[in-house]
């Protein structure tokens, strides 16, 4: 059982930053972030390969968003800038073994998650 805790969600105002972080228990795995808002389905936000570091990315936050990842830590990065009052979310962190790319995008394919943190943004 991977545990992933994950760090840095709060309240932001609109154009400003935040940098969430994701520590998992194992290395190894494909990591993803996803969001949720009350209603609506768990929507991807990025991934990143373990090996590699591919990075993938939703339409609604290419060159706002930037995933990284320290292997030698099991750490994960979500550097969002220019946040608008439409990224408000719980963000989750995921982590995946065997994921193609056509299933990054998928939260039903990853095998892991964190506990979700809220991050808001005040317009």
């Known amino acids: 059982q991977v545990q992933l805790v994950e760090s840095g969600g709060g309240l932001v105002q609109a154009g400003g930053s935040l940098r969430l972080s994701c520590a998992a228990s194992?290395?190894?795995?494909?990591m993803g972030w996803f969001r949720q808002t009350p209603g609506k389905e768990r929507e991807f936000v990025a991934a990143?390969?373990?090996?590699?570091?591919?990075?993938y990315y939703a339409n609604s936050v290419k060159g706002r968003f930037t995933i990284s990842r320290d292997n030698a830590k099991r750490t994960v990065f979500l550097q969002m800038n220019s946040l608008k009052a439409e990224d408000t979310a719980v963000y989750y962190c995921?982590?995946?073994?065997?994921?193609?790319?056509?299933?990054?995008?998928?939260?039903?394919?990853?095998?892991?998650w964190g506990q979700g943190m809220q991050v808001t943004v005040s317009s």
């Open positions: 990143i390969r373990w090996s590699g570091g591919s990075t």
């Open positions: 194992e290395g190894g795995y494909t």
């Open positions: 995921a982590a995946g073994k065997r994921l193609i790319l056509s299933s990054l995008r998928w939260a039903s394919e990853y095998d892991y």
